[in-house]
């Protein structure tokens, strides 16, 4: 049986439309397929290739580590070299507040982890989210994303979620004393790239002050420089209490943590210990990809860095079907003028030998989420490949 044919037999499927392209390799910004055809990626694994695939400091730091040891023990009671050299470049470069990271595999278990820790140290129940947000597809991340129609087949789901409207600040006074925390994304991804208001986030910043409700930012899928700015939240000066982050920060390997205070981290490792705990938190391997992958983007990427790839982008990207780009740095979203000619444009594109993809909620747009170490080259033919593919619509 050929692996085109277990994958559609076998392997669980997401959706109906898989694009089931045959991956034979990947390096930088190009993706072969087994057919030795060529593909510019300008998704970058959903926006976790930061470093592009196979970048040689992180596959070098993998095999570095490879030789020393593999899963030693649960996360949190060894220490191990490549956890604690990456908790100490992910912090030096945070505000002081966020001191204590959480290692986990994912974004979904972050955000769990972040919920679980904000419950237990207020001792409020309430989570506050914000309508059209994405924060995972577990139960509890599930509890407090903002489109019921992914909540509806697996209610009840875990109480407390109040949902707000997104840079609406006449609905911040849900935000009261039974509130443990809100829960954001400061650029709202998968409703197609909604920046939030800067008054927005103030005003939501001072009534968490002034109710005691800790401030979680979502930085899962803009983290790691996707905007410009190591997260985002360092553009806007507004510090979170805790911080999810994720994709990007194994540079390529499963990884993700929540970050926050000692004195608000403390509480998970007492009453009872052990609160909140993880196998495969932090892998070695995961951790050592990541130094490697952090290293790389520090010593490369500025905003202004990223606010140049991102023009080159919207400077090519002119044509009749393009109704709008909305961007937050090489955090894309591509507005067409018809939404029926979506999903077309993606498969149409991929023919063409250009890789991009749709966002779970906005249904006229695609994103363009690519390397942040594409060349300017693979930028200008990327764009020309795309308008080819939009003239034949």
């Known amino acids: 049986m050929e692996p085109k044919q277990i994958f559609k037999q076998h392997l669980a499927q997401t959706s109906l439309f898989p694009s089931a392209l045959e991956i034979f390799s990947a390096n930088g910004s190009i993706i072969t397929d087994i057919y030795a055809k060529e593909y510019i990626d300008l998704v970058a694994g959903f926006s976790v290739n930061n470093t ?7 596959t070098r730091a993998i095999s570095r580590q490879l030789e020393k040891y593999l899963h030693v023990t649960v996360y949190g009671e060894w220490v191990q070299q490549p956890q604690c050299h990456y908790a100490r470049l992910l912090i030096q470069n945070l505000p002081e507040k966020l001191n204590s990271v959480f290692f986990a595999n994912s974004g979904t278990e972050a955000i769990e982890g972040a919920i679980k820790l904000a419950k237990k140290y207020t001792k409020r129940p309430s989570i506050v989210c914000c309508r059209n947000s994405y924060h995972g597809s577990t139960a509890g991340s599930l509890s407090i994303i903002g489109r019921d129609e992914y909540k509806m ?3 009840p789901l875990i109480p407390g979620a109040k949902t707000i409207s997104f ?31 800067p008054a927005f986030l103030h005003e939501l910043r001072k009534r968490c002050n002034q109710y005691g409700a800790l401030l979680i930012y979502d930085e899962v899928q803009t983290g790691f420089f996707r905007t410009g700015t190591f997260f985002t939240f360092h553009a806007s000066g507004l510090v979170p209490d805790i911080l999810v982050a994720g994709k990007a920060m194994g540079a ?34 995961s951790c ?70 749709s966002f779970l909620f906005n249904k006229t747009s695609f994103r363009i989420t690519p390397s942040l170490l594409i060349s300017d080259d693979e930028i200008l033919s990327s764009a020309s490949l795309l308008k080819k593919t939009l003239n034949k619509l």
């Open 167 to 197: 840079n609406c600040i006449d609905e911040l006074n849900a935000i009261r004393s039974d509130t443990a925390a809100v829960i954001i994304e400061p650029v709202q991804g998968e409703q197609g790239v909604i920046v939030a208001d």
């Open 252 to 285: 390529g390997m499963p990884l993700a943590g929540f970050f926050a205070s000692n004195q608000i981290m403390n509480v998970l490792s007492q009453n009872p210990p052990f609160s909140h705990i993880s196998t495969f938190g932090g892998h070695p391997l």
């Open 52 to 58: 592009g695939h196979c970048h040689p400091a992180v």
């Open 153 to 155: 087949p697996f209610r």
């Open 288 to 357: 050592a990809a990541g130094f490697a992958g952090l290293t790389v983007l520090l010593e490369t990427i500025s905003p202004h860095y990223i606010q140049k790839k991102a023009d080159l982008f919207r400077n090519n990207l002119v044509h009749p079907l393009i109704k709008e780009i909305r961007n937050s740095g090489l955090l894309m979203a591509v507005d067409l003028d018809d939404q029926q000619l979506v999903r077309p444009a993606i498969e149409n594109a991929l023919k063409n030998g250009v890789i991009i993809e």
